[in-house]
């Protein structure tokens, strides 16, 4: 069965720091990837997604991903952080091809920014 | 509207009462989800619908969980007899089968909470 595993459950930057959130999946084949954003009271937010093709995707709000198959990792990444970006953070990963569903998720790292 | 949709956005229950969640997606999506956000849990897949039919209710915790789509579009989750475990954050999402590979879009999410 496939799995997300995001090592830090709670990460603290400072305001204009760069920011790496980590990401590590168990998967038969090639996956599909995706990291969300949840801001408190909110739902999720998609901010970039791998399918194919380039490894390092480009996302929204400024954050990119890499998608490196032989560490099947998935790391998330900004080189300065904002305020605003403070949130939770899920990676999930779902079935390729046609007919997938349901998307499997990570536990979730919590990101506070220090002003 | 652009996104999907949910209501109410928080429900405070009796243990024991029955409960309603709806979900309106993307108008044309043809691929509805719902989730469960809990503290304990995370976020766990519970039922998948392309059109009206559910090929995969695999997720649904108990017999008491059910779901029903109509017209290929607006989705109910019903809870019977409510019990205190069932708090959390109820999510929908919806997909656009075939293309863009079935990214999921998220809806803000029902607040149950019961007493």
């Known amino acids: 069965a496939q799995s997300v595993t995001q090592p830090d459950i709670h990460i603290t930057v400072s305001e204009g720091a760069s920011l790496e959130l980590r990401c590590n999946y168990s998967?038969?084949?090639?996956?599909?990837l995706f990291w969300y954003v949840q801001s408190p009271g909110q739902g999720l937010q998609l901010l970039l997604k791998?399918?194919?093709?380039?490894?390092l995707v480009q996302g929204i709000k400024g954050f990119e991903a890499e998608f490196k198959r032989s560490q099947s990792s998935f790391n998330l990444r900004k080189p300065s952080v904002h305020w605003s970006d403070a949130a939770e953070y899920f990676c999930?990963?779902?079935?390729?091809?046609?007919?997938?569903?349901?998307?499997?998720f990570g536990k979730g790292t919590k990101l506070s920014v220090i002003p | 509207g652009a996104g999907v949709s949910q209501s109410p956005s928080n429900k405070v229950t009796e243990k024991g009462k029955d409960v309603e969640l709806r979900c309106d997606p993307i108008?044309?999506?043809?691929?509805l989800y719902w989730y469960r956000q809990s503290l304990g849990q995370g976020l766990e897949f519970l039922i998948y619908?392309?059109?009206?039919?559910?090929?995969?209710k695999s997720g649904l915790p108990s017999d008491r969980f059910s779901a029903e789509r109509t017209g290929g579009s607006v989705s109910t989750l019903t809870i019977q007899r409510t019990q205190q475990e069932d708090s959390a954050v109820y999510l929908c999402?919806?997909?656009?089968?075939?293309?863009?590979?079935?990214?999921?879009?998220f809806g803000p999410g029902t607040r149950l909470l019961v007493l």
């Open positions: 999930a990963v779902g079935p390729s091809g046609a007919g997938s569903y349901q998307l499997t």
């Open positions: 108008s044309g999506h043809t691929a």
């Open positions: 998967y038969g084949a090639t996956p599909y």
């Open positions: 999402a919806s997909s656009l089968v075939g293309t863009d590979q079935e990214t999921q879009y």
């Open positions: 619908f392309q059109g009206n039919s559910a090929p995969d």
């Open positions: 791998y399918f194919s093709g380039d490894t």
